[in-house]
Every structure is written in C-alpha cells, then in structure tokens.
C-alpha cells in the first residue's frame, strides 16, 4: 500500500520525532531533511528533495512557507501550523494549488472534539459559553532562548500561532465562529522577545463567548470547560467529564451541580498523541488514494492563519 511512497520529513525538532515514531510504527521508511541554517533556509540547494513525493514539513514556522513554494509540485504536503508567517506569504500561498496540502489541525481528531460534535447524544442543549485555559512554563527555562518559538523573527505570534490557532480552528472547524476579537499578547519571559502569553476572544453565532487563554510564563495547567444549557464538559490533565442535567436537584429540593454522566479515562496528553495519529492516518487515506484535500477546508485555515498575523 505504502511501496510507492518516498518519504521526507523537514526539520528534526520534538514534533519532528513525534511524527517519525508514528511512521516507524507503520513501518514506512524516510527520509530526514535538516534545515541547514535558520537564517538562510530560502538560499538551501532543495533539488535533492525533488526524489521525494510525500513531504513531512515539521520545520520553523517561518520556514512553513518557504518549503510549501518549493515543494508543492513534486508531491503531497503535510503541513504544520500555520503555513504563512505574514501577509505577503499568505497572499501567495492563495495562488498555490493546494490540492495536495494538507494542514495539520489534529485537534479535529481529538477526543474532546468528538464528545462537542456529538453534544445531542448527551442532551446537552446548546453551547452557551466555554473557557480555554493552556499553560506551561517553558519560557521560565535559560534554553528557551533557543527555542524558535521565543523569537519574533521565526515565531513571531508565539503561544497565539503555537497552541492557541489549534483551538481558533477548532471553533470554527465545530461551531460558527462570528467574530475573532483583537487578541491581547504578552512577553514576559526575559529568555526570548516573541509572545508568551495570549489572551483570544471569540464570538458565536453572534450570541456568546468564548476565551482561550495560552501561556508559556504560568504553571501547567490544561483545562476546558464548555457549557452548555443543560449540562458542561470538562477536560483536564487526567480526564474528560460530561456532566448534567441543569436542574439537579439535592433532597432538600435545591438546586446541586449536576451528575457525571460520563467520564473518560484520557489524559491531555494521550488526547493530543492519538488525534495526531488520528491526523496522519487521514492524511495516508488521501495519499494512498490518490485523493485531493477539500479546497473549502484550506480556504478556512488560510482564513484562520490571517487572523493571527
């Protein structure tokens, strides 16, 4: 099924070997391409990737768009957020045929995001309000100066372009997404001058809120709380709960918390691996059938990339 795939993954970083182990566990060889300098990426000699028609691009974010120009041609893409760092990028990535780009969004293939697709199975009303709190404190760390995300010049969003996008995508991949408030963004780490800290407001149907907070100066802390009229869904580092219905009452006849319906066993982290998995394997279903990527789907994140620029 695999046989006809030369395979090349760009970059080599933690994400990288994220990606590597899930195609060594599917026993698929490849190929891995170093960029050789962060500065002068766009002067690399890139005909020996020409060989190559399955592109991994798991580089710098400010390299996403050098290697989709120079590639797209050769074979299929599978993308890192976001694909363009700048106007000028975005304007020309819209002219390229994206018919075989595809840009990872693995937060569609979560868990959490099966559970608020499915909200009816569980008589959960509407969503009315949901919070989004994402944080760790990697910005605190000396090494952070060389981490690409703590540079204006190849991350210059941070957290917002980083962590936050895959929940703005996810809203508007589930729910319609009227307005995208200015975000607020923060540097406080002395170890890098992008932003470490986003605060993201979005409207709903033009009726209610949502808040996405991310952070790299704040203790780990990854939970979610998405209400609804009868009933919430919680997500933290151990587990997800549905929760209802609104009017439970005690035995006294007041009003209490509502019950867990259902809870699930599944970790932040193992929700994160297996949707990331999940996204691979989609992307392959494509690939092995010679399938082309929805043109509506890339005209959305491409919508959602200018958000954060």
């Not at 566990?25 to 490849?30: A, D, G, R, S």
């Not at 780009?101 to 009303?125: E, M, Q, W």
């Not at 203790?219 to 609104?246: C, R, T």
């Amino acid at each position: 099924m695999y046989k006809h795939l030369k395979i090349c993954i760009i970059g080599n970083g933690i994400h990288s070997k994220r990606i590597q182990k899930i195609l060594s566990k599917k026993k698929l060889n490849f190929f891995i391409y170093k960029p050789h300098s962060k500065k002068n990426f766009k002067k690399e000699n890139l005909n020996v990737l020409k060989r190559y028609n399955v592109f991994f691009i798991i580089s710098p974010n400010h390299t996403h768009f050098h290697y989709i120009k120079s590639l797209h041609k050769y074979g299929y893409i599978f993308c890192e957020k976001p694909p363009a760092n700048n106007e000028i990028e975005l304007n020309k990535l819209s002219k390229i045929n994206s018919k075989k780009i595809y840009y990872n969004f693995n937060f569609r293939f979560s868990k959490i995001a099966k559970i608020l697709s499915d909200s009816n199975k569980y008589n959960l009303g509407k969503l009315v309000h949901a919070n989004i709190v994402s944080c760790k404190s990697i910005a605190f760390k000396k090494d952070y100066k060389f981490n690409p995300r703590s540079s204006m010049k190849t991350c210059p969003k941070g957290v917002l372009e980083m962590v936050a996008i895959h929940w703005i995508d996810l809203f508007y991949y589930l729910f319609n997404v009227t307005k995208v408030n200015k975000p607020c963004l923060l540097n406080l780490s002395k170890f890098g001058n992008s932003f470490d800290n986003s605060n993201v407001t979005l409207e709903i149907n033009k009726k209610f809120l949502v808040y996405i907070f991310c952070s790299y100066t704040t203790p780990l802390i990854n939970k979610k709380i998405f209400i609804y009229e009868n009933g919430v869904v919680e997500q933290d580092e151990k587990f997800i709960k549905i929760k209802g219905p609104a009017l439970n009452y005690d035995s006294k006849k007041f009003l209490k918390p509502p019950n867990i319906i259902k809870k699930f066993n599944i970790s932040d982290k193992v929700d994160y691996s297996e949707s990331l998995k999940k996204s691979v394997d989609y992307f392959f279903t494509k690939v092995v059938n010679k399938k082309i990527f929805s043109k509506k789907n890339n005209l959305m994140v491409l919508s959602i990339n200018k958000l954060i620029i």
